[in-house]
């Protein structure tokens, strides 16, 4: 019996004052993202995030404009590309009651396109009514909200596909396999290009390596027609949360090395944490390092990597092996997820446990935003292409040792954590244990903390449209 989503409820120490922080990990398929309750009535800019309190939260957060600076993307969109005629897919237990006008007051305020459809479905039946009273449906609510905006800020000009699905993760595998049905009757319909995953569960949270195996059918489905699938890498640094307490969000994490599933799964493109260091245009002040807000949360809050104890390393990592050995590592890439570098994210629901006490705009980061990032480069890749890219992995590894094109490696910062467990019995409670989780260091080349690096959004674009990687299975 494995307990449902791990909720962080934690006092951050931010500039000096005390602010509630509420977050998810991932010991089943919870939502992996950050969140602050700390609300704007505009979309904040970096220096009114940077403001002490009570001004400002004392960390930064960017807006859409400076993504799309940072990440290489405006010469494409000069070009024309911006996910034209392409879908990106979103999956999400639950959805969000209001994300039809979080989206357009997104898009307002910040000045992005409308796309040109957001559409929604539940092919894996119909979730139930929003509650207001309901942490996990608020979390899943403010998920929703990351993952379409963040999605749409780099590929505005593709359609959005939100697929909701009706059974929240409980415990084992219990909500996997109505998102998996959803994903197989995406993928069987030719309804979209590329699928991102918010969300992960630590494999020593699995019943068995089999209960893993009988959930991939979607994966291997995506694989056959050249459909890509991106998953977030986890932000519990090397480990995941092993058990919650839902009395008082108290949350323990496995004491030892565990990476998530699907980000593990060797069809998936694992996509890790970034910490991005941005002026005001959107201009690096810094290279960027690992995502590691450990210290500011008080508990695991870094981007997850690691090696597998599920599947052995694909014949993609073969060149990696002094780094893999036998094992399939994560992730591949990494992308923005740092509380410090937040995200700018519009909520038009209200929550009255998880912090959304009223319609705004609020700060949240974690890899449920790198995933999505993701996606809109992607998309913005096929539509240069003229086709679907498929299982990104093999074209991202298969670059020899030296420079890849349109990745940037990362060579600072690691993923260690520490942690004081809080949830009363259970296996690994040892009585309010502090434990340690070693965790990888970024360094050239690969590593299990950044992946191969980060993207390049035009270096990328440019160069799997020239090399003709990948062929549409349609």
Request: with cysteine.
């Amino acid at each position: 019996m494995r307990s449902k989503l791990l909720v962080r409820a934690a006092a951050v120490l931010v500039g000096g004052a005390s602010i509630a922080v509420v977050g998810a990990a991932s010991a089943t398929a919870a939502p992996l993202n950050e969140f602050i309750p700390y609300k704007f009535a505009q979309p904040p800019t970096t220096a009114q995030c940077e403001q002490p309190p009570p001004a400002g939260p004392g960390i930064a957060c960017y807006q859409p404009f400076q993504f799309q600076q940072a990440y290489d993307m405006n010469p494409l969109y000069k070009a024309g590309l911006n996910g034209s005629g392409r879908t990106i897919v979103i999956v999400d237990s639950f959805g969000s009651p209001t994300i039809r006008s979080d989206l357009n007051t997104f898009d307002q305020e910040t000045g992005l396109p409308a796309p040109p459809s957001l559409d929604i479905i539940h092919p894996a039946g119909t979730p139930p009514p929003y509650d207001a009273n309901n942490f996990d449906m608020g979390q899943w609510a403010l998920e929703t909200s990351l993952d379409v905006e963040y999605a749409h800020t780099m590929a505005p000009g593709a359609n959005i596909l939100l697929v909701e699905t009706p059974v929240d993760e409980t415990i084992g595998v219990m909500g996997f396999p109505q998102m998996i049905e959803a994903e197989n009757y995406v993928i069987d319909h030719g309804l979209g290009d590329v699928i991102t995953q918010s969300f992960g569960a630590g494999e020593d949270t699995f019943p068995n390596a089999q209960s893993i195996y009988d959930l991939r059918s979607a994966y291997i489905n995506a694989a056959r027609r050249g459909v890509t699938v991106l998953a977030s890498a986890g932000d519990s640094g090397p480990t995941e949360a092993s058990a919650y307490d839902p009395q008082n969000g108290a949350e323990n994490f496995f004491p030892f090395r565990d990476v998530g599933w699907p980000s593990s799964d060797p069809l998936v493109t694992s996509v890790g944490g970034t910490q991005l260091h941005l002026d005001a245009s959107g201009n690096r002040t810094a290279p960027d390092n690992v995502w590691n807000d450990t210290a500011l949360f008080g508990a695991p809050a870094a981007g997850g990597g690691g090696l597998s104890a599920v599947f052995g390393r694909p014949s993609y990592q073969s060149r990696e092996s002094r780094v893999v050995g036998w094992s399939r590592g994560t992730p591949d890439v990494a992308m923005s997820a740092a509380v410090n570098g937040a995200a700018d994210v519009y909520l038009g629901f209200t929550n009255t446990q998880n912090g959304v006490a009223a319609p705004g705009w609020y700060l949240i980061g974690g890899t449920s935003e790198a995933s999505p990032l993701t996606s809109g480069i992607v998309a913005v890749a096929d539509q240069a292409s003229g086709h679907r890219l498929g299982l990104l992995n093999p074209m991202l590894y298969d670059q020899g040792q030296g420079a890849r094109p349109g990745l940037v490696d990362i060579t600072r910062g690691n993923n260690t954590v520490t942690f004081t467990q809080a949830v009363p019995g259970g296996r690994y409670y040892n009585n309010g244990a502090t434990y340690t989780v070693p965790g990888y260091t970024a360094v050239p080349g690969y590593d299990l903390a950044s992946g191969l690096g980060t993207i390049d959004g035009a270096a990328f674009v440019e160069h799997v449209a020239h090399t003709g990687f990948a062929r549409d299975r349609r």
